[in-house]
T-cell receptor, first 112, second 114 residues
Framework: DQQVKQNSPSLSVQEGRISILNCDYT??????FLWYKKYPAEGPTFLIS?????DKNEDGRFTVFLNKSAKHLSLHIVPSQPGDSAVYFC???????????FGTGTQLKVEL | KAGVTQTPRYLIKTRGQQVTLSCSPI?????VSWYQQTPGQGLQFLFE???????NKGNFPGRFSGRQFSNSRSEMNVSTLELGDSALYLC?????????????FGSGTRLTVV
C-alpha cells in the first residue's frame, strides 16, 4: 500500500525554467511534509518542509505548496539549475511521529 | 560540526551470513532511524531508536534488528542474509522525534549479498 506517490518518475527541464514536482498522499494523519534531494550512493539531503497548518513555504529558489483537502503537495524550483539534477522525494510525517514515509521519487534532470 | 557517520561504506557478504552496520549520529542527537533503499521498494523505514529504546519499527522480518548505545551510536544487524537484502542502508539522526527539521542522513552503507 503506497501511501505516498510521486507520479512522475522523471522530469526534464531547461536551465532557468521552473521545475514542478508533485506528490500525492492518502494518509490523513500526515501533518508535516518534508522534501529531500538525493544523489546516487549518498544519503538524502533535506530541502524544505511545510506544516499542515500552512499552504505555502518558501526558501530561496524552493517553494512548497500544500493542498490538504486534495492531499497533494508540490515543490517548485525556480530558476532551475544543472546542480538541481537529482532524485527528489517527498516524505511526510504523522503527527508526533518519528518515521518518514518516503514517496517513490522523481528524477529531475536540468539541461543546459 | 561532524555529520552522520556510517561504517562501513561498502560491504559484500554471502547468503546465510550475518552483518552489522554502524551509525554515529550528530553530536547531541538522540534519535537514530534506519532506512533501506532498493530499486524495487524505494526508501523504507526499518526502525527508530531514542535513548536506547526502540520506539517505532517498520514492516521488516525479525532478521533485521538494531540497538542504540548510551552515547546514541546505533548498530543494525541482519542475520541469515538473503539476496534481496542487497540495498543501500541509510541512517538518520535527529535531536528528537518531534524535531521535524532535524532528520540528517548519513551517506549510507551499500550492502551486496552474493
Amino acid at each position: 500500500d503506497q501511501q505516498v506517490k510521486q507520479n512522475s518518475p522523471s522530469l526534464s527541464v531547461q536551465e532557468g525554467r521552473i521545475s514542478i514536482l508533485n506528490c500525492d498522499y492518502t494518509n490523513s494523519m500526515f501533518d508535516y511534509f518534508l522534501w529531500y534531494k538525493k544523489y546516487p550512493a549518498e544519503g538524502p539531503t533535506f530541502l524544505i518542509s511545510i506544516s499542515s497548518i500552512k499552504d505555502k513555504n518558501e526558501d530561496g529558489r524552493f517553494t512548497v505548496f500544500l493542498n490538504k483537502s486534495a492531499k497533494h503537495l508540490s515543490l517548485h524550483i525556480v530558476p532551475s539549475q544543472p546542480g538541481d539534477s537529482a532524485v527528489y522525494f517527498c516524505a511526510p510525517l504523522e503527527g508526533g511521529g518519528n518515521k518518514l514515509t518516503f514517496g517513490t521519487g522523481t528524477q529531475l534532470k536540468v539541461e543546459l | 560540526k561532524a555529520g552522520v557517520t556510517q561504517t562501513p561504506r561498502y560491504l559484500i557478504k554471502t547468503r546465510g551470513q550475518q552483518v552489522t552496520l554502524s551509525c554515529s549520529p550528530i553530536s547531541g542527537h538522540r534519535s537514530v532511524s534506519w532506512y533501506q533503499q532498493t530499486p524495487g521498494q524505494g526508501l523504507q523505514f526499518l526502525f527508530e531508536y531514542f535513548s536506547e529504546t526502540q520506539r517505532n519499527k517498520g514492516n521488516f522480518p525479525g532478521r533485521f534488528s538494531g540497538r542504540q548505545f548510551s552515547n546514541s551510536r546505533s548498530e543494525m544487524n541482519v542475520s541469515t542474509l538473503e539476496l534481496g537484502d542487497s540495498a543501500l542502508y541509510l541512517c538518520a539522526s535527529s535531536l528528537n522525534a518531534v524535531d521535524n527539521y532535524g532528520y540528517t542522513f548519513g551517506s549510507g552503507t551499500r550492502l551486496t549479498v552474493v
